[in-house]
């Protein structure tokens, strides 16, 4: 980081890296009221700095249709750096159509939430 007014420059260090793979999830068509095979999504950390998981969930007008766990460690436990963690999405469609959402996390990452798309087919 360049201060021209102090004519200095700063360096961070240590800021926190999340990876999340994949960030979208397709699970095609499934009859109403059954659920499909379970997806996952792995959540890391290849940072040297632990990152604080607040908040995990699914959000959106058809988040009744998916279906989130996760062992991430919430808050006060933090993801430690180089450890990994997975979210299992599974889509039990309570209606007909196209249904889509949001699964993600919010955490100390500059840039969070991070967001996982996820989308299906009730039919």
Not at 41 to 64: E, L, Q, R
Not at 78 to 95: D, E, M, S, V, Y
Not at 110 to 117: C, E, R, T
């Amino acid at each position: 980081m360049v201060n021209f007014e102090s004519n200095s420059v700063g360096v961070l260090l240590n800021l926190p890296v999340i990876s999340v793979f994949p960030n979208s999830l397709n699970f095609g068509t499934v009859k109403v009221g059954s659920s499909s095979t379970p997806q996952t999504v792995t959540i890391g950390n290849p940072s040297g700095t632990p990152i604080d998981i607040s908040k995990t969930g699914v959000v959106g007008a058809d988040a009744k249709d998916f279906i989130e766990t996760n062992d991430c460690p919430v808050s006060p436990k933090t993801l430690a750096p180089g450890a990994q963690c997975t979210f299992t999405i599974t889509f039990k469609p309570k209606t007909t159509g196209n249904l889509s959402a949001k699964a993600g996390l919010e955490d100390s990452v500059p840039g969070s939430p991070q967001v996982i798309a996820v989308k299906g087919m009730g039919n």
